[in-house]
């Protein structure tokens, strides 16, 4: 850490040897993760209302989230070590600046959609553009806030900060829904949302490059992966799979420079396991959440009134953000869940969530299928990730970071869409797609998934 730049932030002066990130310094990374995330989930729970205002068939809305998917998953690795070069305070604010031009042209593309100064189909193709933006730049902020966290912290206290910043995603999917509805503004109808979030995404912005000191990093950033609020990456009485090369703040010994790691294949045998389920699974959670909107709107009659499907949906996709919630802060951690029992035992509880969304026909049963299938899904998604992170060694992190929040984004190319229209030809044939990932995940996370003693034992 540089301790000339610590001391010199107002009102913190830290130990040159505890390696604390000051709490200030966590507020402003916490906010950067945590408006991405509800300014997404509010988008979510409007699109499809505006779709069925804009007479745009489901399918094709679905499709519009591909573009900008497939630039996060070529995109996110690529920011990821750019980081390590150029600093992790600029490419956060890359990421926030493609977030607020994203939102702030998606809305104002869907306003004039919605008011027929453009048709359906020309409305559709400008929001795809837009949104990718999101895809190109966004994907810039979750590697470089992971990184600055991992590489100002002391191995102590290292976890305990991965695991705040990331549950940040957690709180982020249930304001998004829950505050959409109240952000709906008479005079922009459901676009409120965008514009709402591209603001407060400004001032964090503002915050961001008032408050956060540069850094020029020399060294990747060490740490465990953020998304994953995990008891095996979160119990301080076990090392870490190369805690002995991870010496704290004051000793001499650094880890390995960037340009001596050796580059990590996708398809690296300690990984591949791992990121399979990550696919398959991730693909079997994108349809879900492709389809739930729509689900709401028919199950419920509100295709005739759109504008009164943001209520319902906003409160079906939070209850799910909730449940993942329950997920990862209490089941996790309360039963001390290793990567592969979690991964496991949420699929399981995924799918029977899914089977219950399958025959739900009125809200509280929706709420219910969707809340099930979150939680094995909140799950499902630390056990994968911590899972990659515990196959390699710590310098290989940041590289495995990457590759992670690549295969996140993998599953959201044509998941989504290819739900919704199987959905929209035969909802029997959609959700049996789903099971059937879901089951794949089962049958391939028991042959190739590593114990979890394995994977925690000490390297």
Known sequence: MDHAETAGEAGTVPSPTTGSLPRGRLVLLYLVMLVTAAGNTAMQSVM???GTALHVQDFWISLAYTWSALLWMTCAPMWARRSDR???????????????????LCGLTLYFGLNGMLGGVATLLAFALCRSLYGLFGSAAPPAVQAYVASRTSRAERTQALSLISSSFGLGTVLGPALAPMLILPALG??????????IAVVVLVALRLRLPDDTPAFAGRGEVMAAPFSAN?????RDASADSDPEPGHSTLPPPITDVAKLSWFDQRLRPWLVAGLIGGHAQAAVMGIVGFLVLDRLGLRGDPTAGAGPTGLVLMAGAMATLLAQWGII?????GPRASCLSGMVLAAIGVALLSVAQDLHGITLGIALSSMGFGLFRPGFTAGASLSVSRAEQGQSAGIVASTNGAAYIVAPAIGVWLYGHSPVVGFT????????????????MADDDALMKPR
């Open 48 to 50: 499809p209302s505006i």
């Open 86 to 104: 150029r600093g992790r305070k600029a490419m956060m604010a890359i990421g926030l600046t493609g977030f607020i031009a994203s939102f702030s």
């Open 190 to 199: 459901l676009v409120s949302p965008f514009l709402a979030f591209a603001l």
């Open 234 to 238: 979160s119990n301080s009485g076990r």
């Open 333 to 337: 951690p309360l039963f001390h869940m």
């Open 433 to 448: 797609v789903i099971e059937l990932l879901c089951a794949a995940v089962l049958v391939l996370g028991w042959r190739g």
